[in-house]
């Protein structure tokens, strides 16, 4: 079914919008909506993705610089662009090491430094899933998500647990229900004492075959950490801002701090 006019209208006036393409430390991310009738380079409007998505008429393609920083910032604004298509029932599915780049459409021209991490698909989804579908969430345990103690610390790097009821504790649950590679969760969460405070720290997979494709795939998984934490927070009045120090400094093998959001003194 193809998207309805005022839905491809709604699409591309979001992606026009400043405001929604800017990432948590100010880098513009750019989309490209791709119709999958008019782009001549597919075979049989699958733009290479192994036979995945099918039916799909139309994709959004998302372009980075390949940068540490901006692959985070493009993870987070992505993210929040696959949250709004869900809001008008429209369908998406990350694609990052499932479809071929070189059968993009040719008018998408990049410049040296810029890649294509990932696309999504965008339709009017089944209603029931199909057999496909179905055994690849199973493989990659999709439906299953780590613990509170596995992701969530204090000051201490003592676990979390769910029980404590902390000020943001929808949101933090809302990162622990976020998209991710391979359904990785490659997240570790510190909360301060005073609650006010929660560093954003990257734990990598160790030999990832994601991160073989030129790129550092993880980096997304944590803007996606990000935007559903506040976003949530942002929806329950609860306002911040990113930082680029942690307050508790860790140090050990795998883990990489990457933001730290501070909320602000009048909420």
């Keep these: 079914q193809k998207i309805s006019g005022s839905d491809l209208k709604k699409i591309e006036n ?5 405001k929604n393409l ?7 991310i750019k989309f ?11 075979e049989n409007g699958k733009i290479g993705t192994y ?10 393609v998302g372009i980075s610089v390949n940068d540490s920083r901006e692959l985070v910032e493009y993870g987070y604004v992505f993210q929040k662009l696959i949250l709004y298509l869900t809001s008008l029932g429209i369908g998406t599915c990350w694609l990052g ?15 040296d430094k810029e890649i294509i991490p990932c ?19 199973i493989a990659v345990k999709a439906d299953n998500r780590k613990d509170w103690d596995e992701i969530f610390f204090d000051e201490q790097l003592n676990p979390i647990d769910k029980s404590r009821k902390e000020i943001l504790s929808t949101p933090l649950e809302m990162v622990r229900l976020g998209p991710s590679a391979s359904n990785k969760q490659p997240w570790v969460i510190i909360v301060s004492k005073d ?23 993880q ?32 140090s050990k093998k795998g883990i990489e701090f990457i933001a730290s959001f501070e909320i602000n003194e009048n909420n």
């Design 97 to 111: 090491g499932t479809f071929t780049r070189d059968k993009l459409d040719k008018s998408i021209t990049l410049n």
């Design 32 to 42: 490209k909506v791709i119709s999958t009738l008019e782009n001549k380079t597919t």
């Design 119 to 137: 696309i999504t698909p965008i339709g009017y989804p089944l209603e029931k899933r199909s057999l496909l579908e179905r055994a690849m969430r």
């Design 22 to 28: 800017i990432g948590p430390f100010g880098t513009k």
């Design 195 to 217: 609650l006010n405070h929660y560093d954003f720290y990257l734990e990598k997979t160790e030999n990832y075959p994601g991160n073989k494709m030129g790129f550092e795939m």
């Design 219 to 250: 980096k997304i998984d944590i803007g996606i950490a990000m935007c559903h934490f506040e976003l949530t927070s942002n929806e329950m009045g609860i306002k911040g801002v990113w930082k680029d120090k942690p307050f508790k400094e860790i």
């Design 51 to 60: 036979g995945v998505i099918k039916n799909a008429k139309a994709y959004i």
């Design 14 to 18: 979001y992606i026009r919008e400043d």
